[in-house]
């Protein structure tokens, strides 16, 4: 039985000499595994559309061991991030962060969404990587049950005080009468941006925000420093994007 399904290509793997496996993040069934038979041949129809970062509408048949491809329309190509070299590897850490946050099986819209808009801001440029970057980690990180605890001081129910505290163990934020060693200072500002990233009814709103340098810098270190605390996966793409920037 085929179906049709839109997804965005986020893993691809040579298979033989001319087969492909990918790992389609798709709105109706959250991640799927997919063979493209003879994708590599010079006549294929489904290379370009199969690759990494291809968003298309997809016909799938249910195989063996996996689905496959059996045709594949273009939507979107995000060929500009093969322009920047940064832009690309971050993309490609989204990628992988979706690869090990997400589930086959499940619908996931919102995660694609979320991630086909990172994408479309890296092609354009004009944001602050650091915005896109800690945006995509925090808000993939609430969809996939890891929201921490960004309402009120954890001890005291203190809404709001200048500076707070964002505990990266615990996932909870202190005022700045509660504070506990470890927890990174965290200015309200900073704040009001976590609680707007992670409860925001948009998903593709969750970029628009500004902050200053340093506290964007300090958003920067929050968000990847919880990342990496919830993550078991050792995360390539994320040492080499940091290694860029170098």
Do not use: W
């Not at 941006?193 to 948009?202: D, G, H, K, M, S």
Request: charged share 25%; glycine share 6%; net charge negative.
């Amino acid at each position: 039985m085929q179906q049709t399904v839109k997804g965005l290509i986020i893993r691809e793997q040579t298979i033989g000499e001319s087969d492909r496996l990918v790992t389609l993040l798709t709105g109706d069934l959250g991640l799927v595994r997919a063979f493209v038979r003879r994708a590599k041949t010079i006549k294929s129809q489904n290379l370009s559309s199969t690759s990494l970062f291809a968003y298309g509408e997809f016909t799938l048949y249910r195989g063996a061991d996996a689905y496959v491809i059996d045709s594949a329309k273009p939507i979107e190509v995000f060929f500009d991030l093969r322009a920047d070299i940064e832009r690309l590897a971050l993309a490609q850490y989204f990628a992988q962060l979706t690869y090990f946050l997400g589930a086959e099986e499940t619908p996931a819209p919102e995660t694609l969404r979320l991630v086909l808009n990172a994408l479309h801001l890296l092609c354009k440029g004009e944001k602050d990587n650091r915005i896109i970057k800690a945006a995509t980690e925090m808000r993939m990180l609430t969809l996939g049950g890891y929201m921490p605890d960004l309402l009120a001081c954890y001890r005291c129910g203190t809404f709001e005080s200048d500076p707070m505290f964002f505990d990266v163990e615990e996932g909870c934020v202190y005022c700045k009468d509660c504070y506990r060693n470890n927890a990174i200072t965290a200015p309200l500002g900073v704040i009001t941006a976590l609680r707007y990233i992670c409860l925001t009814e948009n998903v593709a709103k969750v970029f628009s925000f500004t902050l200053s340098d340093e506290n964007l810098d300090i958003l920067s270190d929050i968000s990847e420093k919880y990342l990496l605390s919830r993550i078991e996966h050792k995360l390539t793409t994320l040492e080499f994007y940091k290694s860029l920037k170098q």
